[in-house]
């Protein structure tokens, strides 16, 4: 295989440059592939637009005429724009998107049509989607519905609906579903807490903005490595001499041939309305990261999974491959998706930002603490929302957030915080200045300082939202979302609730407010952590401190079905129970896939490239030491280099059979979370590392002319 090598090598070393066309202004292009409100003012009536506009702003349902209106408007707009087809867009539970396409062509007709019924509603052939057990497959019964909150888009000569997928007895098949429902629960929860404060609050929204991080390589030298192509990750591979210890690559000039696919994707991106806005190198040497401006969460979460199929499409014109796997490369840093979260009112206040007056720090303490109260009292159930075989090989690993849920908040909020708790007992009279009193006036208004950032919590306060960094790079953020919403609308209902009864006892009501704030500042203080969170020291004093630190997917998706959790989600009404259990049967079956395939990648490779080549090279050695043994030399180094490679590709025998042999066992375990478990321990645990060091090792001692692999440094600069 070794001949592949090289002419993947010689391919990634010559291609011709591909030429990207300028677009010009951005403004002249952005949001051209999009109908959105601005398309439907223009080519709706004012009374339907107006129905329309209402509907979207109030997640109201649409009535039949205006589909019908809406859909034949749309359907105008997309041919005059070269669209032949339609398809509801939807994330099933895979992770990724689906679509099926219809012709607008009515061959019957002679026409194109498109009625509002099949803009409301469809019903894909669903049947081979994960379903967790809620549909058996000979009544493969689901369908799509329009979410009008997400606007229409045009891609390739299809135009796309976003929609949610729900089962034909109701429960959710996708991942939209159960996020539109969390937004809503905040929306509520977040409303009346609002209006202790300001009664022209009757609406708040969830933002979103998600950095993106990726690995790029060339689509040939991809393409070679049978790991990355069936487990989206290397098994194998020695560290290069150099990896990303220089931290030259960081900030640095982006290679060019990344520099022409970043601007051709971005086009590709603005003009689907996605606001990509920010591009540069990360941490590790081809590693790179986009992030657009925040929008609203739905949207942002849309527009996120069409961004990385975006991503995915443009590379192939660019002869590249984006890895979005959490952990492509040993030793090198993980990806990640860092949702950046805030809530912002209908009067366009962001509830996470410090302000210049004591009285409004005060709705902003309440959110701040409210949501560390929230991150407190879920933290299980915030990290099984990122749980992944990917993320796994991220979170406490090198340069990873730890699978510990810890809140970052800076010195100066923290002081806030311990001031606020210390000065609880404080009596505040009449004609006192309360907030000078309980030490909340010296809130600046911009916590925006850089130096206070810290790159290592997983959860981190930045200013003026917050940002959740433990996100896989993969990870749809609908479901971290989802979580995160549903748990500080929880929190807010709670925090309104104890606010009201102590009014109710004659309690002035900010120091009602105070008072509640105060006791979530108490019981959450463990969440809180300013300090290395990537070090040993933080893992123990965490253990100290109670909080849980579970390293693996399987155990960690048990936080879904606590008792907490459960009546938590059904008091929302965000996932009812046999939505929760398909979906952790789901996540089980599909850790199981992932470390399945990987095993097998591991024994194919091993088998039929590492141990040959090996062996091959020992042989042409044994040769070597004859020769020299004839001429009367004897070389020790070459001796000890073949009882080396000996030692190895014994060792490989051995581990490979042996892991073959435990697959096959845990193959008939019935219980999915305890196959899922068994998996974890016994073929991950037991095999992977103990594998993966002997193949490194001959990496570094068989001929490089020999070696079958791509190797790290032959992927990691391209330029
Ligand atoms: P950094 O790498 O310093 O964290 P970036 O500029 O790369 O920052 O990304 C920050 C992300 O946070 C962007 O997507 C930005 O739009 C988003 N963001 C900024 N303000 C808010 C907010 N109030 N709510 C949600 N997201 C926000
Ligand atoms: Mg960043």
Request: hydrophobic residues 40%; charged residues 25%; aromatic residues 10%.
């Given at each position: 295989?070794?001949?592949?090598?090289f002419k993947a090598l010689d391919l990634a070393n010559n291609r011709s440059k591909i030429k990207v066309e300028s677009q010009g202004k951005i403004s002249d292009y952005f949001a051209s592939d999009v109908?959105?409100?601005?398309?439907?003012?223009?080519?709706?009536?004012?009374?339907?637009?107006?129905?329309?506009?209402?509907?979207?702003?109030?997640?109201?349902?649409?009535?039949?005429?205006?589909?019908?209106?809406?859909?034949?408007?749309?359907?105008?707009?997309?041919?005059?724009?070269?669209?032949?087809?339609?398809?509801?867009?939807?994330?099933?539970?895979?992770?990724?998107?689906?679509?099926?396409?219809?012709?607008?062509?009515?061959?019957?007709?002679?026409?194109?049509?498109?009625?509002?019924?099949?803009?409301?509603?469809?019903?894909?052939?669903?049947?081979?989607?994960?379903?967790?057990?809620?549909?058996?497959?000979?009544?493969?019964?689901?369908?799509?519905?329009?979410?009008?909150?997400?606007?229409?888009?045009?891609?390739?000569?299809?135009?796309?609906?976003?929609?949610?997928?729900?089962?034909?007895?109701?429960?959710?098949?996708?991942?939209?579903?159960?996020?539109?429902?969390?937004?809503?629960?905040?929306?509520?929860?977040?409303?009346?807490?609002?209006?202790?404060?300001?009664?022209?609050?009757?609406?708040?929204?969830?933002?979103?903005?998600?950095?993106?991080?990726?690995?790029?390589?060339?689509?040939?030298?991809?393409?070679?490595?049978?790991?990355?192509?069936?487990?989206?990750?290397?098994?194998?591979?020695?560290?290069?001499?150099?990896?990303?210890?220089?931290?030259?690559?960081?900030?640095?000039?982006?290679?060019?041939?990344?520099?022409?696919?970043?601007?051709?994707?971005?086009?590709?991106?603005?003009?689907?309305?996605?606001?990509?806005?920010?591009?540069?190198?990360?941490?590790?040497?081809?590693?790179?990261?986009?992030?657009?401006?925040?929008?609203?969460?739905?949207?942002?979460?849309?527009?996120?999974?069409?961004?990385?199929d975006v991503m995915s499409k443009v590379a192939e014109r660019h002869r590249l491959k984006v890895l979005f796997h959490e952990k492509p490369f040993a030793g090198l840093n993980g990806s990640g998706k860092?949702?950046?979260?805030?809530?912002?009112?209908?009067?366009?206040?962001?509830?996470?930002?410090?302000?210049?007056?004591?009285?409004?720090?005060?709705?902003?303490?309440?959110?701040?603490?409210?949501?560390?109260?929230?991150?407190?009292?879920?933290?299980?159930?915030?990290?099984?929302?990122?749980?992944?075989?990917?993320?796994?090989?991220?979170?406490?690993?090198?340069?990873?957030?730890?699978?510990?849920?810890?809140?970052?908040?800076?010195?100066?909020?923290?002081?806030?915080?311990?001031?606020?708790?210390?000065?609880?007992?404080?009596?505040?009279?009449?004609?006192?200045?309360?907030?000078?009193?309980?030490?909340?006036?010296?809130?600046?208004?911009?916590?925006?300082?850089?130096?206070?950032?810290?790159?290592?919590?997983?959860?981190?306060?930045?200013?003026?939202?917050?940002?959740?960094?433990?996100?896989?790079?993969?990870?749809?953020?609908?479901?971290?979302?989802?979580?995160?919403?549903?748990?500080?609308?929880?929190?807010?209902?709670?925090?309104?609730?104890?606010?009201?009864?102590?009014?109710?006892?004659?309690?002035?009501?900010?120091?009602?407010?105070?008072?509640?704030?105060?006791?979530?500042?108490?019981?959450?203080?463990?969440?809180?952590?300013?300090?290395?969170?990537?070090?040993?020291?933080?893992?123990?004093?965490?253990?100290?401190?109670?909080?849980?630190?579970?390293?693996?997917?399987?155990?960690?998706?048990?936080?879904?079905?606590?008792?907490?959790?459960?009546?938590?989600?059904?008091?929302?009404?965000?996932?009812?129970?046999?939505?929760?259990?398909?979906?952790?049967?789901?996540?089980?079956?599909?850790?199981?896939?992932?470390?399945?395939?990987?095993?097998?990648?591991?024994?194919?490779?091993?088998?039929?490239?590492?141990?040959?080549?090996?062996?091959?090279?020992?042989?042409?050695?044994?040769?070597?030491?004859?020769?020299?043994?004839?001429?009367?030399?004897?070389?020790k180094q070459v001796v000890s280099t073949i009882e080396s490679i000996s030692k190895h590709i014994e060792i490989l025998h051995t581990e490979i059979e042996n892991m073959t042999e435990e697959r096959k066992?845990?193959?008939?375990?019935?219980?999915?979370?305890?196959?899922?478990?068994?998996?974890?321990?016994?073929?991950?645990?037991?095999?992977?590392?103990?594998?993966?060091?002997?193949?490194?090792?001959?990496?570094?001692?068989?001929?490089?002319?020999?070696?079958?692999?791509?190797?790290?440094?032959?992927?990691?600069?391209?330029?």
């Open positions: 295989m070794a001949h592949l090598r109908f959105g409100l601005k398309q439907m003012q223009e080519l709706l009536s004012p009374d339907v637009f107006k129905k329309v506009k209402k509907a979207i702003d109030e997640g109201l349902k649409i009535d039949d005429d205006t589909a019908d209106a809406v859909a034949s408007a749309a359907k105008s707009w997309a041919i005059s724009k070269g669209a032949t087809h339609f398809t509801h867009w939807f994330q099933p539970l895979t992770g990724s998107t689906a679509e099926k396409h219809d012709t607008f062509f009515d061959a019957h007709a002679g026409i194109e049509k498109f009625k509002g019924t099949a803009l409301v509603q469809q019903e894909p052939d669903a049947s081979s989607f994960p379903n967790g057990g809620i549909r058996s497959t000979f009544e493969a019964r689901g369908y799509t519905a329009w979410d009008p909150s997400s606007p229409m888009f045009i891609y390739g000569v299809t135009l796309c609906i976003p929609t949610v997928f729900v089962a034909y007895t109701g429960e959710a098949l996708d991942n939209k579903a159960p996020l539109l429902k969390a937004v809503e629960a905040v929306d509520k929860a977040a409303t009346q807490v609002c209006q202790l404060f300001d009664k022209k609050v009757t609406r708040v929204k969830a933002s979103l903005g998600c950095e993106q991080e990726y690995f790029v390589i060339d689509k040939a030298l991809f393409a070679s490595r049978p790991d990355l192509v069936m487990a989206g990750r290397t098994v194998f591979g020695h560290n290069p001499a150099r990896g990303q210890q220089l931290d030259d690559h960081y900030f640095g000039s982006i290679p060019p041939r990344i520099y022409d696919f970043m601007k051709d994707f971005e086009t590709s991106a603005l003009k689907l309305g996605i606001p990509v806005s920010t591009r540069h190198n990360e941490v590790a040497p081809s590693q790179f990261e986009v992030a657009p401006v925040f929008e609203d969460i739905n949207v942002a979460t849309d527009h996120n999974q069409l961004l990385m860092h949702n950046n979260w805030s809530l912002i009112t209908n009067t366009g206040v962001n509830l996470f930002q410090p302000s210049s007056s004591a009285r409004e720090n005060l709705l902003f303490l309440t959110f701040l603490v409210t949501t560390i109260k929230a991150v407190h009292d879920n933290a299980e159930l915030l990290r099984a929302s990122i749980a992944s075989a990917g993320n796994d090989h991220r979170l406490g690993a090198n340069e990873a957030p730890p699978a510990i849920m810890s809140v970052f908040l800076g010195s100066q909020l923290n002081s806030v915080l311990d001031e606020l708790e210390k000065n609880g007992n404080i009596k505040v009279e009449k004609g006192d200045n309360m907030y000078m009193k309980l030490g909340i006036d010296k809130i600046p208004p911009i916590i925006l300082d850089n130096t206070d950032r810290n790159r290592t919590s997983p959860f981190a306060f930045t200013g003026n939202k917050f940002e959740f960094r433990a996100v896989g790079s993969t990870d749809n953020p609908a479901t971290p979302m989802t979580i995160l919403n549903a748990i500080v609308a929880d929190q807010l209902n709670d925090f309104y609730s104890a606010v009201q009864k102590e009014m109710k006892k004659g309690t002035d009501k900010r120091l009602a407010i105070v008072g509640v704030l105060r006791k979530y500042i108490k019981d959450s203080k463990n969440v809180r952590f300013e300090g290395d969170g990537y070090s040993e020291e933080w893992v123990k004093e965490a253990k100290k401190r109670g909080l849980a630190n579970v390293k693996d997917t399987p155990r960690a998706l048990d936080a879904y079905l606590s008792e907490k959790s459960r009546k938590l989600f059904a008091k929302l009404n965000i996932l009812n129970e046999i939505e929760l259990e398909a979906r952790n049967e789901i996540q089980w079956e599909n850790y199981i896939m992932k470390v399945q395939i990987e095993s097998r990648v591991m024994g194919d490779l091993v088998q039929n490239h590492i141990i040959p080549t090996a062996v091959a090279y020992q042989n042409k050695l044994i040769q070597n030491a004859k020769g020299l043994k004839e001429v009367g030399v004897n070389n066992r845990i193959n008939k375990i019935e219980d999915t979370r305890k196959k899922a478990i068994a998996y974890c321990d016994d073929v991950k645990g037991k095999y992977f590392e103990k594998i993966r060091y002997s193949v490194d090792k001959l990496e570094l001692v068989v001929d490089d002319e020999d070696w079958p692999l791509v190797k790290y440094r032959e992927m990691l600069f391209l330029r």
